[in-house]
Each structure stands twice: as structure tokens, then as C-alpha cells.
């Protein structure tokens, strides 16, 4: 899905601290391939970031291994972190999941998690940073 429109106001500043996969997935919609992502296979122990404003968005205790090839998590640090839009593009019907604080794409969110919460947020890696404790 590349069809979504950078802010413009922040457009520069987007395209000078961002690599072009980045910016591409965070401010495009972009998708990165399946088991490409730097935290796919991730262990270490941290907070995972956005990418454009470093918000603090996913825990590495919610964090699972989906089988999916991107990393997945069954819930956000805080429902308030993550802005949930319907996105019916490529003929499916589902739920794409956004930086509150920045409208950064991150990946969509599925109803077929572990518990408790039984979701599973699929994330492009290129849209995180993993701070470690």
C-alpha cells in the first residue's frame, strides 16, 4: 500500500532522518518483506520506539513470535499510543495501525493474537527503534 501522503509541514524533516525504506513504509504506507524486518527474530529486552517522533509504542514482554514475518505483539504499551484506521486497499478488509503521536504507517492489527488480548500487531520493522534496557 503506497498511496498514503506525507504531512507536508513535516515532510523535509521526515525525508533528512529517515533512510528511504523508512520514510517509504513510516510516511507512504509502505510494506517491508516478510521476514526481511532487523526485528523479526528480535529477543533482546527493551521499549520499541517510532521510527519518525520515538514514541514509545510496544514492550518487548508483548512481543510473540506470530510466524508472520514481521514482528508482532498482542498489545500496545498504552491504547493511546496506537491510532487504528480501517483499510480496505488490495481487496482485503482490514486494520491499519498508526503512531498517535506522529501518523508514522506501522503495520495493521489482526484478531488472531494470544491472550489475553487475542491481537496480533503486525509491525513493519522500519517503522521502530528498540531502546534496550
Avoid at 523508512?22 to 507512504?28: E, G, S, V
Avoid at 514481521?70 to 498508526?98: C, N, T
Avoid at 503512531?99 to 487475542?118: E, N, T, Y
Wanted: hydrophobic share 30%; net charge negative.
Amino acid at each position: 500500500m503506497m498511496n498514503k501522503l506525507p504531512d507536508a509541514s513535516r515532510d523535509n524533516e521526515f525525508r533528512e532522518k529517515l533512510t528511504e525504506n523508512q520514510y517509504a513504509i513510516t510516511r507512504r504506507g509502505g510494506t517491508e518483506p516478510a521476514f526481511s524486518g532487523v526485528y523479526c527474530d528480535e529477543k533482546r529486552e527493551g521499549t520499541y520506539t517510532c521510527v519518525c517522533c520515538d514514541a514509545e509504542l510496544f514492550s518487548s514482554t508483548h512481543k510473540f513470535d506470530s510466524g508472520s514475518g514481521w514482528p508482532s505483539y498482542f498489545q500496545a504499551l498504552a491504547a493511546d499510543k496506537i491510532r487504528e484506521i480501517r483499510d480496505s486497499s488490495h481487496g482485503m478488509d482490514r486494520v491499519e495501525i498508526r503512531c498517535q503521536h506522529c501518523d508514522a504507517h506501522l503495520g495493521h492489527v489482526f484478531p488472531d493474537g494470544p491472550a489475553p488480548s487475542h491481537q496480533r500487531y503486525c509491525v513493519n520493522s522500519a517503522s521502530l527503534l528498540l531502546k534496550t534496557q
